[in-house]
């Protein structure tokens, strides 16, 4: 089983903070890093897909860089609202096969509460 | 707008059970999966499906089987329900290479 690490497992933040979290992969037969952005009782929806080493990416107050040849991207909220409460997870890609580039692994999220 | 659809949100099975979990897209994806989420655990792959027909183990299949007939469908199957097999399931679907569309799951109970 290929391993995805997500830090912290949780965090607890104060509206308007700033914040980050980190995603680590195996740097070798990379294809792509997805984050997923996932709220309570609802279905993960996509927040990015990055495939190059150096990527950044940026939706709204909420963006992504990449790092593929070290293994590690981090996810950066600006100015966190209670509506940003949420688990965040990162999934790797191997294209190593076709049948590979099929299949995610996941992280187990990071939980990020914001506090009014 | 495209969807993934799962039959039942909240489902209570009795332990010894033959349990169908059913999922439905529209968009014509290649690829669907089954995933299972446990506190701690975050999701984990159960089943996979690249065509009709064909599916693959995930990392936890044991005391699961799928089945795929038309595209657009793909079915896990709980032989004989268990209380560890209490968890709430996801399936997804992707076009190769691409990101998933998921479900809004159902929660599942063994009792």
């Known amino acids: 089983i290929l391993n995805v690490e997500q830090s912290p497992q949780s965090l607890h933040v104060q509206e308007g903070d700033s914040t980050n979290f980190t995603c680590s992969f195996p740097s070798s037969n990379f294809y792509a890093l997805h984050w997923y952005r996932w709220e309570t009782a609802k279905s993960p929806e996509a927040l990015f897909v990055m495939t190059l080493n150096g990527d950044e990416k940026k939706k709204g107050r909420i963006s992504a860089t990449l790092n593929t040849k070290e293994g590690y991207s981090y996810l950066y909220i600006k100015g966190s609202q209670p509506e940003d409460s949420a688990t965040y997870l990162c999934a790797f890609k191997r294209g190593s096969t076709l049948l590979a580039l099929s299949r995610l692994y996941f992280g187990r999220g990071t939980q990020l509460t914001v506090w009014p | 707008d495209v969807k993934v659809t799962q039959s039942s949100r909240y489902l209570v099975k009795r332990t010894g059970e033959k349990v169908f979990l059913e999922c439905v897209q529209d968009?014509?994806?290649?690829?669907m999966f089954w995933y299972r989420q446990d506190p701690g655990l975050g999701l984990r792959l159960i089943y996979f499906?690249?065509?009709?027909?064909m599916k693959e183990k995930g990392d936890i299949p044991e005391g699961y089987s799928v089945s795929r007939e038309k595209k657009e469908r793909f079915s896990l199957i709980l032989e004989s329900a268990s209380t560890n097999q209490t968890s709430m399931y996801l399936c997804?679907?992707?076009?190769w290479g691409n990101g998933y569309t998921f479900g809004s799951g159902t929660r599942l109970t063994v009792v």
């Open positions: 499906s690249y065509d009709v027909k």
């Open positions: 997804a679907s992707s076009l």
């Open positions: 968009m014509d994806h290649e690829n």
